[in-house]
């Protein structure tokens, strides 16, 4: 199996896509106050994904879903 069929990998890029998106419309201040944590915590999920799927112990995996799960909740 590759990364890229991973549904919930998918769907991680997907929402940075859009987050992105809407970030970049904002003004300066809320850019460089908010926008800019809120686009790292979305790309954190997906490569936190990509990080773990790489790795070949299983607990390492798990951990790196771990962290993907708390960019989540972040964004």
């Given at each position: 199996?590759?990364?890229?069929?991973?549904?919930?990998?998918?769907?991680?890029?997907?929402?940075?896509?859009?987050?992105?998106?809407i970030v970049v419309n904002w003004n300066y201040f809320e850019?460089?106050?908010i926008g800019k944590q809120f686009v790292r915590a979305a790309?954190?999920?997906?490569?936190?994904?990509?990080?773990?799927?790489?790795?070949?112990?299983?607990?390492?995996?798990?951990?790196?879903?771990?962290?993907?799960?708390?960019?989540?909740?972040?964004?």
């Open positions: 199996m590759k990364l890229e069929e991973l549904q919930v990998y998918q769907l991680a890029m997907e929402m940075a896509e859009k987050i992105w998106i850019k460089d106050t790309d954190s999920i997906a490569a936190n994904l990509s990080e773990g799927f790489g790795r070949y112990f299983y607990k390492e995996n798990k951990q790196f879903c771990y962290y993907s799960r708390g960019s989540l909740f972040e964004t």
